[in-house]
Structures are given as C-alpha cells and as structure tokens.
C-alpha cells in the first residue's frame, strides 16, 4: 500500500511540476533555415512566421505540408519577397519546401508556442485520476484507524 501512495503522490507532484518548466520551454522561439527541401520537427503548436528572400525577377514556390493530417497548409507561388504567417496545429513533423531553379532561402520562427489539447488533456486527466485514487486511499485507511 505504501509503495502505491508513493507511486501515485510522485505522479500528482510530477503534474504540478511540469507546468512552470513547459511554460519556460515554450517562451524560447525555434527557428530554422530552409535551403530547398526540408522537414523539421516542432515540438508543440504555434504560430509560424515565414520569410524568404531572392531577387527581384526570381519566381518560386513555397510550401508546407503536414504529413499526419496528408494536407498542404500553405501553398503559394511568389516572386521576390515573401513573408507569411501559419498556424501549426500539433506537435509533430512539417516539410517546407521551395520550388525553384535559383537558390532561395526559407526562415521558419515557431512564435506563441503552446501544448496541444490532446497532450494537455492526458495530464489533465492523468493527474486528476492520481489525485482521487490517493484521496480514496488515505480516506480508507484513516477510516480504519
């Protein structure tokens, strides 16, 4: 009994914990430099900025797709400059890619980063579940005292 009130107090405090360390992770803004083609791995949801930057008669595509749901989130011929905002809506893989002749390079700044509700949820839950199953526990044996 003593090593399943542990088990579940260590669960309660580790759902606790976890919050001001995510929050700090998720103020630091991840950002990356796209050559041609490239995937890269977001860790959690948010706000995406893109720039890109050729010259002025340069024509290129830009892409991003999102190999979990199978869908292009954006997809869009430029010349020149682009800058753009995505929202990306999981944590999980992202391909960008540019489609061009001449050299063309991406920057992707993952901004408002935040958990998804499917992770959020688990703890949520997880840690609730724990809270009551050791609430029960130590009610039962005060009770038998």
């Not at 892409?63 to 944590?91: K, W, Y």
């Not at 991406?106 to 809270?131: C, F, H, Q």
Request: glycine share 8%.
């Amino acid at each position: 009994m003593r090593l399943l009130k542990a088990v579940l107090l260590s669960v309660v405090i580790m759902t606790l914990l976890v919050f001001p360390i995510e929050k700090n992770m998720l103020i630091q803004p991840i950002s990356e430099v796209i050559l041609m083609e490239q995937g890269i791995i977001v860790p959690s949801s948010g706000m995406a900025i893109l720039s890109s930057s050729a010259d002025d008669g340069t024509g290129y595509t830009v892409r991003v797709f999102d190999p979990e749901s199978g869908r292009t989130i954006l997809e869009r011929n430029v010349t020149g400059s682009f800058r753009g905002r995505i929202v990306l809506e999981h944590s999980g893989p992202y391909y960008f890619s540019i489609r061009t002749m001449t050299p063309v390079t991406i920057a992707v700044r993952v901004i408002n980063r935040y958990p998804s509700v499917a992770v959020l949820n688990i703890r949520y839950g997880l840690g609730t579940m724990s809270a009551f199953l050791l609430a029960v526990i130590l009610l039962r044996e005060g009770r038998r005292k």
